[in-house]
């Protein structure tokens, strides 16, 4: 299972807005767990914060909850394309991630 329980109920699908320079950009789907959507925003955030960018950024769309375990089935049986966790990116992942 590619989903820690102590790190939250639920996954939420993200998609990042980014100001590179001006111009807005999207990221790919990515995921992050939390217990409800103010936490799953607010983990999404401290992890951007922690890094050094150098582009503004925000959660431009967010979908979800969906139960870990459900989730995680979905995964498993090939319904769901297996998105990264976010915040389980190193910063150089997440630049070739999000095209930075």
Known sequence: MIFD?????????????????????????????????????????????GLDLDVDYWVEEMRGPHGIEQYQQELDDGDKKPFPVLDELTEEELREFVGL
């Open 5 to 49: 329980a102590e790190a939250g109920l639920y996954v939420f699908e993200v998609i990042l807005g980014l100001d590179v320079d001006g111009e807005v950009h999207t990221s790919p789907l990515c995921l992050i767990q939390a217990d409800d959507a103010d936490e799953a925003e607010d983990k999404v955030l401290e992890y951007l914060d």
